[in-house]
């Protein structure tokens, strides 16, 4: 059963226009959720990240969006450049749990269009 | 430089033979973990570790095995008993493995291929 889920296998968008990556999950217990960019043959390097205890964190042309009711979350990427084509994996967890790495979605296929 | 690395990049080997990927970090972090990526899979976390001489099993422990003598190193051991052994191979780390959103930070990856 997965508890993160990246529903969109890719998305295109022009460049200069708003990506939006988005991201559920299930389990109520999660708290901190972050966002990663992946090239292929690659490793992926973090971007950004955002607490259960805000709606909103912002870094650069980065912005992550968290709906707790909904247990959703957004990435907005602004303006999208062609460089940003890549595959990006959202992931979960939660504080204190002593024992719990990250969780993460299968990922979405970003590519932008010059 | 600070930073975590694997080798080799690519490797190859035959079918019914063990191999064991390589894992270094300098980063002075707690906790080390392996991942798995296949097509369309996304992250699959094979074997983590919080603390020297300690680790856990992750999702899909089965055919792996890994050993945490040194803070700096995580080696896993691809063993015959891995049934679809090739796929990418990921190896990351973290300041603390205690929650409290620690993020994870990853190497470059080891290219597994059986023959």
């Known amino acids: 059963d997965q508890q993160v889920k990246q529903n969109s296998p890719s998305l295109s968008v022009q460049e200069g226009r708003i990506s939006i990556l988005n991201c559920d999950y299930t389990?109520?217990?999660?708290?901190?959720f972050l966002w990663y960019k992946k090239y292929p043959a690659e490793g992926p390097t973090f971007l950004i990240s955002?607490?259960?205890?805000?709606d909103k964190n912002e870094d650069g042309r980065f912005t992550v969006f968290l709906n707790k009711s909904a247990k959703h979350l957004s990435l907005h990427i602004v303006p999208s450049q062609p460089g940003d084509s890549a595959v990006y994996f959202c992931?979960?967890?939660?504080?204190?749990?002593?024992?719990?790495?990250?969780?993460f979605g299968k990922g979405t296929r970003l590519s932008v269009i010059a | 430089d600070g930073g975590i690395t694997q080798s080799p990049k690519y490797l190859f080997r035959k079918e019914g033979q063990n191999v064991t990927l390589s894992c270094e970090q300098n980063?002075?972090?707690?906790?080390m973990y392996w991942y798995r990526q296949d097509p369309g899979q996304g992250l699959r976390l094979i074997y983590y570790s919080q603390i020297v001489n300690d680790f856990q099993k992750g999702d899909i422990a089965e055919g792996y095995s890994v050993s945490r003598e040194k803070k700096e190193s995580f080696p896993l051991t691809v063993t015959s008993a891995q049934k679809n052994p090739t796929a990418f191979y990921l190896c990351a780390s973290s300041i603390t493995g205690q929650g409290a959103g620690d993020t994870q930070y990853f190497g470059p990856g080891t290219r597994l291929t059986v023959l």
């Open positions: 955002i607490s259960s205890i805000k």
């Open positions: 389990n109520s217990m999660f708290d901190y």
């Open positions: 992931a979960a967890t939660y504080r204190n749990s002593g024992n719990t790495p990250l969780v």
């Open positions: 980063l002075n972090h707690d906790a």
